[in-house]
């Protein structure tokens, strides 16, 4: 059954009716039919929120705040059908699914407690006066958000801000509008926020540049969150800039596990292998090169390869079992296929894979990476990743830092001290010691450095990025004026 979502006229401003085909990445049909915006259609998007702006705003926060819990309770309850959707849509494995589906209410659960976070500041005055720093909402935020975790990179950008008492306007991926733009459309409206506060921007990709370049350049919006590749990313930032707006941008990732010769060997193979080849490596935080201590190469290595070789690969709507799933389409296929081509030509060994079957790639370990290898300086988002060894800490730092990205990292070793101080020197955003690159959790501060983007997103650090701070003071102390005046 083809499934048929269309959005909202806003109020009788829209000029098109326009649908556009969203696809079941693994077997390329039809999986529901959409809604295909244009620019006019987010202009008139963005005038309803900025309309609804002031009495959103103007709500107690803690009215806000229980919006959010609703939200999160109606998510919790549409659980099942959420992990279908993401299956159907988006190419997800069910656990992946069921990861995802539970987080993304999580979000809505840690917004709703930011609203108590919102503190300002009494700042000491040599006059006398009761100075204050407050922080206020911003307006209109555009959020843009990714195909690859759909549901919860949607409700990160904007769960926060809405929180704070900014609207919303939300452009979802082309490859996943579903899950993440419509279905947060139903829950919000099924929750009771306000019309106007929450809108949704669904196109497909021949509109997406004019639809992008409209939630970026229209002067009631205030604030831009993005998250997607760092070749957009980049046209995202400079865009805000030019207008002088505040942009959170977190992109693509380049990121390393630093496996020393000390680490659980057990614990070592079971990070990389999830971190690789979850969701088949479609995760900016996914480990996209193992470094590992040349006296454990040869036994991290087999193990390593006897664990990805059990990952099965199919369609992960036909079985539960079926773990890597499709890239998401044709395109990233490509990418995939001409790093993989071009470290094989150059030397590199395949140990483990390497077949690609339609958008079926299968998880693929190689050895024998060298940097002028476009594997190892490119990201890759695929299930595709090099074991390299080093000879000590400093090396090891060194092929790490060794590019344009700045996002994750792990470090696996039993010595903490050294794990913390290898992690000190690492040029990320974020590290995490005994464990995976890939890692997050709603109130924490999420984002990277360099190619990795600017900003951070979760928590309190949405707050900021999302809130204007103003400074205000009652005079109590009669500063005086020039006696000429």
């Known amino acids: 059954m083809i499934r048929v979502f269309e959005g909202p006229d806003f109020g009788g401003r829209t000029s098109t009716r326009r649908m556009f085909k969203d696809l079941n990445p693994a077997d390329g049909s039809v999986w529901a039919e959409v809604t295909d915006y244009g620019r006019d259609e987010a202009a008139a998007a963005i005038e309803t929120a900025h309309a609804a702006f002031p009495e959103w705003s103007a709500l107690p926060f803690s009215k806000r705040a229980h919006y959010m819990t609703k939200v999160a309770e109606i998510l919790e309850k549409r659980k099942p059908e959420i992990v279908e959707a993401l299956q159907g849509e988006g190419g997800g494995w069910f656990g992946k699914g069921m990861f995802e589906a539970g987080y993304t209410a999580e979000v809505f659960h840690a917004a709703a407690a930011s609203t108590w976070q919102s503190t300002g500041e009494v700042l000491p005055s040599e006059y006398g006066k009761m100075s204050m720093a407050v922080r206020r909402p911003m307006g209109v935020v555009a959020v843009i958000s990714p195909w690859n975790f759909p549901c919860i990179l949607s409700a990160r950008g904007f769960a926060f801000p809405l929180a704070a008492g900014n609207t919303i306007v939300l452009k979802p991926s ?69 207008h002088l707006k505040k942009c959170c941008v977190e992109l693509g990732g380049k990121d390393s596990l630093i496996v020393c010769e000390d680490a659980d060997m057990e614990r070592a193979t079971q990070a990389a292998n999830f971190g690789s080849f979850m969701h088949q490596g479609q995760i900016c935080m996914s480990v996209e090169k193992v470094l590992v201590h040349e006296k454990i190469f040869d036994p991290f290595l087999k193990r390593f390869v006897e664990r990805a070789q059990q990952l099965k690969v199919g369609d992960p709507t036909k079985s539960k079992e079926n773990i890597i799933g499709p890239l998401i389409n044709d395109k990233q296929v490509a990418k995939v296929r001409e790093q993989l081509e071009d470290a094989i030509a150059k030397g590199a060994k395949v140990v483990l894979g390497g077949k690609i079957d339609g958008r079926y790639v299968e998880p693929t370990i190689l050895t024998g990476v060298t940097p002028e290898m476009k594997l190892y300086q490119d990201e890759t988002f695929g299930p595709v990743v090099p074991v390299i060894p080093f000879r000590n800490d400093d090396e090891a730092v060194q092929i790490a830092n060794d590019t344009e990205y700045g996002l994750s990292a792990g470090v696996m070793t039993r010595n903490e001290a050294r794990g913390l101080a290898i992690a000190s020197r690492l040029d990320t955003g974020n590290c995490h010691v005994n464990c995976s690159s890939v890692n997050d959790e709603p109130h924490v501060p999420f984002g990277g450095f360099r190619a990795s983007g600017v900003g951070k997103h979760g928590g309190r650090w949405s707050l900021e990025a999302f809130t204007e701070t103003r400074w205000i003071t009652l005079d109590r102390g009669g500063r005086p004026f020039p006696p000429m005046f």
């Open 174 to 242: 082309e490859e996943t509008p579903y899950c993440g733009g419509v279905l947060f459309a139903e829950v919000l409206e099924e929750a009771g926020v306000p019309k106007g506060v929450f809108n949704v921007v669904t196109c497909s990709r021949e509109q997406v540049q004019e639809v992008g370049d409209e939630l970026i350049e229209h002067p009631y919006v205030r604030g831009i969150s993005f998250t997607g590749s760092t070749a957009v990313g980049r046209q995202v930032a400079a865009k805000a800039g030019a």
